[in-house]
């Protein structure tokens, strides 16, 4: 069995509708984690009150001081009391399977997120003891209402 524990996994949140330009694209970033790989099976869980705000994405671009301190506590208590209500929930949990050769892998599999189990598919990359991938979550699938404010 091989443990990851260390590496970067970048959590990006978009502006949408009508208000988008009131709002911000953030990144975050998940400063704990732990992923159990074994022949194919993976099992990863992360911790959410280990989300750390990186910044406002921008034309592509990370702003690390876009947000003022009251801003960035206002995300940090929305995020894990209105939207991943981490008092209840304080891990995400994925559970599944990769198929295919490397480079490129397949994973297949569920995701919990805030207590809710939702299927999950998307490619990884593996190369030079690597693991590169991209999914987009759609919070309406755990029961996650789009958060808005002016």
């Not at 959410?48 to 009251?70: I, N, Q």
């Not at 960035?72 to 209105?82: F, K």
């Not at 991943?84 to 994925?94: K, M, S």
Request: glycine residues 10%; contains cysteine.
């Amino acid at each position: 069995m091989q443990i990851i524990e260390q590496g970067t996994i970048h959590v990006f949140t978009f502006s949408e509708g009508l208000l988008s330009v009131a709002g911000h694209d953030l990144r975050f970033t998940a400063q704990r984690f732990r992923l159990e790989l074994d022949q194919g099976r993976i099992f990863g869980r992360f911790f959410t009150e280990a989300l750390h705000l990186d910044g406002v994405m921008r034309g592509g671009l990370l702003l690390r001081e876009a947000l003022s301190p009251a801003q960035c506590r206002d995300i940090y208590i929305n995020l894990r009391q209105r939207v991943l209500f981490t008092d209840r929930h304080p891990e995400i949990v994925f559970s599944g399977n990769a198929t295919g050769n490397p480079p490129q892998l397949r994973v297949r599999g569920e995701l919990t997120l805030v207590g809710r189990p939702a299927p999950l598919e998307f490619s990884v990359e593996h190369a030079n003891s690597r693991f590169r991938g991209h999914v987009e979550l759609r919070p309406s699938l755990w029961g996650i209402k789009s958060y808005r404010a002016l």
